[in-house]
Protein backbone atom coordinates (compact mmCIF):
# COMPACT_ATOMS: atom_id res chain seq x y z
CA UNK A 1 0.00 0.00 0.00
CA UNK A 2 2.82 2.30 -0.17
CA UNK A 3 3.98 1.76 -3.55
CA UNK A 4 2.58 3.15 -6.52
CA UNK A 5 3.71 2.82 -10.19
CA UNK A 6 2.99 5.78 -12.65
CA UNK A 7 4.26 4.52 -16.20
CA UNK A 8 6.95 7.38 -17.95
CA UNK A 9 6.16 8.63 -20.92
CA UNK A 10 8.30 10.95 -23.02
CA UNK A 11 5.06 13.00 -25.06
CA UNK A 12 1.61 11.98 -24.22
CA UNK A 13 -1.07 12.75 -26.20
CA UNK A 14 -4.49 13.53 -24.64
CA UNK A 15 -7.29 14.26 -27.26
CA UNK A 16 -8.93 17.52 -27.09
CA UNK A 17 -12.47 16.11 -26.88
CA UNK A 18 -11.98 13.35 -24.60
CA UNK A 19 -14.85 13.39 -22.67
CA UNK A 20 -14.59 9.69 -20.49
CA UNK A 21 -16.59 9.02 -17.68
CA UNK A 22 -17.36 5.92 -15.93
CA UNK A 23 -20.39 4.76 -14.20
CA UNK A 24 -19.98 0.97 -12.84
CA UNK A 25 -22.70 -1.29 -13.61
CA UNK A 26 -23.66 -1.79 -9.86
CA UNK A 27 -24.20 0.19 -7.00
CA UNK A 28 -22.15 -1.06 -4.35
CA UNK A 29 -18.13 -2.49 -4.20
CA UNK A 30 -16.71 -3.03 -1.41
CA UNK A 31 -13.59 -5.40 -0.44
CA UNK A 32 -13.63 -5.42 3.35
CA UNK A 33 -10.52 -5.27 4.07
CA UNK A 34 -8.38 -3.41 6.84
CA UNK A 35 -6.72 -1.52 3.77
CA UNK A 36 -8.94 0.69 2.83
CA UNK A 37 -10.61 1.36 6.20
CA UNK A 38 -9.77 4.28 7.55
CA UNK A 39 -7.80 7.33 6.55
CA UNK A 40 -4.08 6.79 7.78
CA UNK A 41 -2.47 9.17 5.96
CA UNK A 42 -4.48 9.54 3.34
CA UNK A 43 -3.38 6.05 2.06
CA UNK A 44 -6.42 4.29 2.28
CA UNK A 45 -8.77 6.38 0.60
CA UNK A 46 -6.20 6.97 -2.83
CA UNK A 47 -6.55 3.22 -2.14
CA UNK A 48 -10.20 2.48 -1.78
CA UNK A 49 -10.87 5.38 -4.74
CA UNK A 50 -8.13 3.83 -7.14
CA UNK A 51 -10.07 0.44 -6.57
CA UNK A 52 -13.24 2.02 -7.07
CA UNK A 53 -15.03 0.77 -3.54
CA UNK A 54 -17.55 2.91 -2.23
CA UNK A 55 -18.76 0.58 0.63
CA UNK A 56 -18.68 1.36 4.15
CA UNK A 57 -15.03 -0.27 4.88
CA UNK A 58 -14.12 1.89 2.28
CA UNK A 59 -15.17 5.00 3.96
CA UNK A 60 -14.30 7.62 1.00
CA UNK A 61 -15.05 11.39 1.71
CA UNK A 62 -17.76 12.63 -0.77
CA UNK A 63 -15.04 14.82 -2.63
CA UNK A 64 -13.18 11.50 -3.85
CA UNK A 65 -16.55 9.78 -4.89
CA UNK A 66 -17.95 9.11 -1.41
CA UNK A 67 -19.32 5.86 0.34
CA UNK A 68 -22.23 3.92 0.86
CA UNK A 69 -23.67 2.48 4.30
CA UNK A 70 -24.97 -0.79 4.42
CA UNK A 71 -27.36 -1.81 6.83
CA UNK A 72 -26.42 -4.89 8.75
CA UNK A 73 -23.18 -6.45 7.36
CA UNK A 74 -22.55 -9.59 7.62
CA UNK A 75 -24.18 -13.15 9.16
CA UNK A 76 -27.46 -11.03 10.03
CA UNK A 77 -30.43 -13.88 9.76
CA UNK A 78 -30.88 -13.88 13.90
CA UNK A 79 -30.69 -10.00 13.82
CA UNK A 80 -33.81 -9.78 11.20
CA UNK A 81 -35.22 -12.32 12.82
CA UNK A 82 -34.23 -13.18 16.33
CA UNK A 83 -35.18 -16.41 17.76
CA UNK A 84 -35.93 -14.77 21.31
CA UNK A 85 -38.80 -12.65 19.62
CA UNK A 86 -39.84 -15.60 17.27
CA UNK A 87 -38.99 -19.09 17.88
CA UNK A 88 -41.62 -19.87 21.02
CA UNK A 89 -44.39 -19.29 18.75
CA UNK A 90 -43.08 -19.91 15.22
CA UNK A 91 -39.99 -23.07 15.72
CA UNK A 92 -40.89 -24.02 12.23
CA UNK A 93 -39.04 -21.10 10.75
CA UNK A 94 -35.63 -22.28 12.25
CA UNK A 95 -33.28 -25.03 11.13
CA UNK A 96 -34.62 -28.37 11.80
CA UNK A 97 -31.43 -30.79 12.66
CA UNK A 98 -31.77 -34.54 13.71
CA UNK A 99 -35.61 -33.70 13.65
CA UNK A 100 -35.41 -30.87 16.13
CA UNK A 101 -35.96 -27.40 15.46
CA UNK A 102 -33.22 -25.34 16.47
CA UNK A 103 -33.50 -21.76 18.25
CA UNK A 104 -29.30 -21.17 18.93
CA UNK A 105 -26.55 -21.45 16.35
CA UNK A 106 -28.40 -22.56 13.41
CA UNK A 107 -30.04 -21.30 9.84
CA UNK A 108 -33.64 -20.32 8.93
CA UNK A 109 -36.07 -22.55 7.06
CA UNK A 110 -36.19 -21.42 3.86
CA UNK A 111 -38.80 -23.57 2.64
CA UNK A 112 -41.12 -21.94 4.89
CA UNK A 113 -43.28 -19.42 3.47
CA UNK A 114 -44.43 -17.71 6.35
CA UNK A 115 -40.99 -17.03 7.85
CA UNK A 116 -39.71 -15.67 4.89
CA UNK A 117 -42.66 -13.01 4.50
CA UNK A 118 -41.88 -12.09 7.85
CA UNK A 119 -38.13 -11.91 7.15
CA UNK A 120 -39.32 -10.11 4.12
CA UNK A 121 -41.64 -7.83 6.23
CA UNK A 122 -38.76 -6.93 8.52
CA UNK A 123 -36.04 -6.17 5.94
CA UNK A 124 -38.70 -3.19 4.76
CA UNK A 125 -38.87 -1.73 8.27
CA UNK A 126 -35.23 -1.53 8.66
CA UNK A 127 -35.33 0.25 5.16
CA UNK A 128 -37.72 2.30 6.08
CA UNK A 129 -36.39 3.28 9.23
CA UNK A 130 -32.88 4.26 7.84
CA UNK A 131 -33.17 7.44 4.91
CA UNK A 132 -29.86 6.46 3.65
CA UNK A 133 -28.82 3.91 3.08
CA UNK A 134 -30.84 1.64 1.01
CA UNK A 135 -28.65 -1.32 1.06
CA UNK A 136 -29.70 -3.90 3.39
CA UNK A 137 -27.68 -7.40 4.35
CA UNK A 138 -29.59 -10.87 4.22
CA UNK A 139 -26.59 -13.18 4.76
CA UNK A 140 -26.67 -16.33 6.62
CA UNK A 141 -25.40 -16.81 9.99
CA UNK A 142 -21.95 -17.95 10.65
CA UNK A 143 -21.89 -22.17 10.89
CA UNK A 144 -23.20 -25.07 8.83
CA UNK A 145 -26.22 -25.90 10.62
CA UNK A 146 -28.87 -25.46 7.63
CA UNK A 147 -32.31 -27.02 8.19
CA UNK A 148 -32.66 -30.33 7.12
CA UNK A 149 -36.62 -30.87 7.34
CA UNK A 150 -37.93 -32.75 4.82
CA UNK A 151 -38.56 -29.79 2.10
CA UNK A 152 -35.46 -28.25 2.98
CA UNK A 153 -33.98 -31.47 1.77
CA UNK A 154 -35.51 -32.26 -1.30
CA UNK A 155 -34.59 -28.22 -2.53
CA UNK A 156 -31.06 -28.70 -1.94
CA UNK A 157 -30.69 -31.97 -3.18
CA UNK A 158 -32.24 -31.20 -6.45
CA UNK A 159 -29.82 -27.84 -6.85
CA UNK A 160 -26.61 -30.03 -5.59
CA UNK A 161 -26.15 -28.12 -2.92
CA UNK A 162 -26.97 -27.05 1.16
CA UNK A 163 -27.16 -23.45 -0.42
CA UNK A 164 -29.83 -24.78 -2.60
CA UNK A 165 -32.89 -23.06 -0.81
CA UNK A 166 -30.81 -19.83 -0.45
CA UNK A 167 -30.45 -19.29 -4.11
CA UNK A 168 -32.81 -21.08 -5.41
Not at 51 to 75: E, Q, Y
Request: glycine share 6%; hydrophobic share 40%; with cysteine.
Amino acid sequence: MTESLYPRVQDLAIPADLDYRFVPPFLYRDNYHVDVAGNRDGRARVLAARHRLNGPVANIDADWGGHLDLIGGVHTLYGLLPPATYFADHPAWYSEINGQRQERDAQLCWTNHEMVAELTENVLVKLRQAPTPRLISVSINDNDNYCLCAACRAVNQANGSPAGTVVA
